[in-house]
């Protein structure tokens, strides 16, 4: 079973392209668990009319993204776990191609593949994750955490997402799965949309410091920290002081 975790906060524009994405797929055995951090716009009464295909829904204040997703992991059942932010949606055919690579790859503990950026303007670009994730450390990220898809023991051995973070948490878990050994296997296939106005998208300077801050908590020594910090400010000023 794979279990699909939304959390939302205020999404009404997008929260049903987001649960007809999952409820939609050819892949039947989906454990789909919504957390809503207290909406006031009209996303809980559209979540709820979808009350029948919602294995766990609950909406209530939180304490930002890290806090709403390891409600929703606590609740999880699957052997493999999905998460993705309201507004974001999968291709279809994902959960299937997903979960026929974890059959083919039962050593990986995470899949991930490829997605789509999707802008305010209607167009997109397609994102290619890397096979060589060798940069992870260095704070360069080559895979989307909304095509990644993590099995249960993994959050068990390696435990939830860091909540002091407010936007790069998921870096954090990826780049401890990674230090720690962890098997990461590349799917071949575009598997989600991402839509470009979430808080890590839009919030450029506190994802760079926060990316920084947990590169520099994993690296080795000195000359690595200097490194990561060359690098990530050399790569903030190419993408938005050039």
């Known amino acids: 079973m794979i279990s699909v975790i939304t959390i939302c906060k205020n999404e009404a524009a997008h929260i ?13 055995d989906v454990e789909y668990i919504v957390i809503d951090g207290g909406s006031t716009d009209g996303t809980v009464d559209i979540i709820k009319s979808y009350s029948d295909k919602i294995s766990y829904f609950v909406s209530e204040p939180d304490n930002g993204i890290y806090d709403a997703l390891n409600k929703g992991l606590l609740a999880a059942h699957g052997e493999v776990i999905g998460t993705m932010n309201g507004g974001d949606f999968y291709e279809p055919g994902a959960l299937q191609t997903v979960w026929n690579s974890y059959l083919e790859n039962p050593d990986s503990n995470i899949l991930y593949g490829d997605l789509n950026f999707i802008y305010d303007d209607g167009t997109s670009e397609n994102f290619i994750a890397g096979d060589d994730l060798s940069r992870l450390p260095y704070g360069s990220i080559n895979l ?22 407010k936007i790069a948490g998921d870096y954090d878990f990826l780049l401890r799965c990674y230090v720690n050994g962890k098997k ?19 919030n450029h300077v506190l994802t760079f410091q926060e990316t920084c801050a947990i590169a520099l908590v994993y690296a080795k020594d000195e000359a690595m920290r200097s490194e990561i910090r060359e690098g990530i400010a050399n790569l903030y000023k190419e993408r938005f002081l050039s």
């Open 16 to 28: 049903s392209q987001t649960i007809e994405s999952v409820i939609s797929q050819s892949y039947s």
């Open 144 to 165: 989307g955490h909304v095509a990644c898809f993590v099995t249960a023991d993994t959050y068990i051995e390696q435990g939830l997402f860091n909540t002091a973070y």
């Open 184 to 202: 990461f296997h590349h799917i071949r296939s575009t598997l989600s949309n991402y839509r470009v106005n979430g808080v890590s998208s839009t």
